[in-house]
């Protein structure tokens, strides 16, 4: 049987839009935001019938408020059902790749823009605009129910030059998409434009490549020691892992499974990062509004780079494409979207014993499953990590250019000045990880396990003693938790029904960074837009409709949606079928380092398996450096 969870093939995507045309629900002004799988759930796929084959669809159009949330059936060739959206309810659809354009264009013939350049002496064929998502907030009033950007704009003195160096600060305009108007243009007054170009491509500017470094070279003589079959299932050393992708997640991993003693035992259903966010810091009245919902607001899918050997990925690649609609709705393949390969990480294991004058080593290993996305000025890549050792872990790398402002005494307590007058405001890039768990099986409970001191007393005479304090999270009240690194704090996802040989509970662990949570005031808008992003852990029942950690539609959603929402409900968790969401994160200072390119920031969160193995599962891994 076909793999039901596959991504939709090329063929699929034409036969959606085949249908929704049919339908008569496209136009020439419409476009189509979104095309995926609308994935069968746990009930479906458990019945004993092949699961309904569904596309869900978001379309929009370019000329009217009517936007629809689609779901098509490809097995019976017809619209299921049809959510026709209220934009004052629901916010509006992601930012379309055509509208990234024309808030410049809008810009370009408006007199209220024309006279802001004029007073600062630039030609408007050198100012580019940075289409940003709108955010809602109370002192924009008017806006509600339209189609708004917002544009940030930056001096780009010639064709080759990166605009990002010369931002025109004081200045912010406001664009209706929809009526193709500005509304607004804010003009705080004339600010220095910072001058030192940013060109970090340019020999000129940066001077000659060091000559000093020499060749290294990875070579797997005999090939990597994965194989990938015909449905993307990924099999290496235990692990079999399902890859997919999806416009607005990026990866997706499925079915993540380590088959130990032959037996293929499952650990996480599902696993993407279902939201992120980039929330700004600076209050300046120009810059305020600034938070970017990378994945419900832009689909970072999307923007997938095809990556390329040599520079992104070195030695043993196997590169997957990935297939998305474009905004017309035909399919559109992102040629090596999907990098796999298998890379040394180190030392595994090792010991030289003192009485049996044993001296062992065993090398680490792990399989990478990653991908890059361009963001507008930043970059982000996705790298999930499976060990030898049973761990599982993703590091995001954050790369790129900062946005930047002009940096004036105001901004000081709010960016850094990273080049001569040019600030960079402090940010933080939040992600919201879910994971859909089934450690051996759906029933799955959370502990959380903090480290603690016992008092000095009776039983603790030398006061010594500590031990780990364990907290089931019964309800979805009880499951939304911040970090504490003092404490250790890590949370257990265990299977109740199974134990491992010594009679303990089979879990993996999840261990957080811990680095901030959203920083933004509880009473902000951001805070009601990103709500996942006020907790480090939420656990929710499964339901097949709660997709996304800030709700189905983000752009320009007045907040409340999302985890908080689903939460609400306050169900039962406690040996359930459970969805375990993480937040994580970096929170940005930037440093004169990451100008003009950012050398990559890391963030990621680790798994690892606790009690799940009867004992460490790499005794069998070779010594001696290489097997054979
Ligand atoms: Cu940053």
């Known amino acids: ?144 129910g339209r189609r708004i950007l917002r544009g940030l704009a930056f001096h780009q003195p010639h064709p080759r030059d990166h605009p990002w ?10 664009a209706d998409t929809l009526n193709r108007t500005v509304d607004r243009v804010i003009d705080t007054g004339t600010v220095p434009i910072p001058e030192e170009p940013g060109n970090f491509d340019n020999p000129d500017e940066v001077g000659p490549a060091r000559t000093s470094l020499r060749p290294i070279e990875i070579t797997q003589p005999e090939g990597p020691s994965f194989t990938v ?56 009245p120009v810059r305020s509004w600034q938070n970017y919902f990378d994945t419900g607001e832009y689909l970072i899918g999307r923007f997938a780079n095809p990556l390329e050997h040599g520079c992104d990925c070195l030695g043993e690649i196997t590169y997957l494409d990935a297939v998305i609609a474009d905004e017309a709705g035909n399919p559109k393949v992102l040629p090596n979207a999907i990098c796999l390969h298998e890379e040394d990480h180190g030392v595994l294991w090792k010991h030289s014993d003192f009485w049996a004058g044993s001296a062992e080593t065993r090398r680490q290993r792990r399989l990478v499953i990653s991908f890059f996305t361009t963001v507008g000025n930043y970059d982000y890549g996705f790298y999930w990590h499976f060990s030898l050792d049973g761990e599982i872990g993703l590091e995001v790398k954050a790369t790129g250019v900062v946005f930047t402002s002009a940096y004036t005494p105001d901004a000081a307590p709010y960016a850094t000045e990273v080049a001569p007058g040019l600030g960079a405001p402090y940010h933080q ?67 109740a029904d199974v134990r491992n040989r010594l009679g303990q509970p089979v879990a993996y662990e999840l261990r957080p960074e811990g680095g901030p949570l959203l920083l933004a005031d509880p009473a902000s808008s951001i ?85 799940f193995f009867d004992r460490n599962p790499t005794l069998d891994v070779p010594g001696g450096g290489q097997p054979g």
């Open 1 to 144: 049987m076909t793999d039901p969870l596959r991504d939709l093939s090329a063929d699929e995507i034409a036969a959606v839009r085949a249908v929704v045309v049919g339908a008569g629900l496209v136009a020439d002004t419409t476009r189509f935001v979104y095309v995926g799988l609308d994935e069968p759930g746990h009930a479906e796929l458990a019945a004993p019938e092949a699961p309904e084959r569904r596309a869900r669809v978001y379309l929009h159009d370019v000329t009217s408020p009517a936007a629809r949330d689609v779901t098509v059936s490809l097995a019976s060739r017809a619209v299921l059902r049809i959510r026709e959206l209220d934009a004052t309810v629901d916010g509006q659809l992601p930012v379309l790749d055509e509208e990234f354009a024309l808030v410049e264009r809008l810009l370009a013939t408006d007199p209220d823009w024309l006279a802001a350049l004029e007073a600062r002496k630039l030609d408007v064929a050198e100012v580019r605009v940075a289409p940003l998502s709108a955010g809602v907030y109370d002192d924009c009033p008017g806006e509600e």
């Open 165 to 174: 160096a010369h931002p025109i600060d004081g200045l912010v305009a406001y």
């Open 229 to 284: 079959d015909a449905d993307r299932v990924v099999s290496w050393e235990g692990w079999r892992i399902s890859v997919g992708f999806d416009a607005r997640e990026g990866l997706v991993l499925r079915r993540i499974g380590f088959v130990d003693g032959g037996r293929l035992r499952p650990i996480i259903h599902r696993a993407s990062i279902a939201e992120m966010v980039v929330p700004y810091g600076d209050p300046s």
């Open 429 to 495: 890039h939040l992600f919201s990880a879910r994971l859909d768990m089934t450690v051996d099986g759906r029933a799955n409970t959370v502990d959380e396990v903090d480290v603690e001191p016992v008092a000095l007393g009776p039983g603790n005479e030398r006061g010594n003693a500590f031990r780990a304090a364990r907290t089931t999270l019964r309800r979805e009240s009880e499951a939304q938790r911040r970090a504490d690194g003092a404490a250790g704090r890590v949370w257990r996802i265990r299977n």
């Open 527 to 611: 805070a009601a837009r990103a709500g996942f992003a006020t907790r480090s852990l939420w656990v929710t029942r499964y339901d097949p409709a709660e997709r996304y950690s800030a709700g189905d539609f983000i752009n320009q959603h007045a907040g409340g949606g999302g985890l908080p929402a689903y939460a609400a409900a306050d169900r039962d968790i406690d040996g359930q079928d459970i969805v375990v969401w993480h937040t994580f994160g970096l929170t940005h200072l930037p440093r004169p380092e990451d100008w003009p390119v950012m050398p990559v920031g890391r963030t990621g969160f680790t798994l690892r398996p606790v009690g």
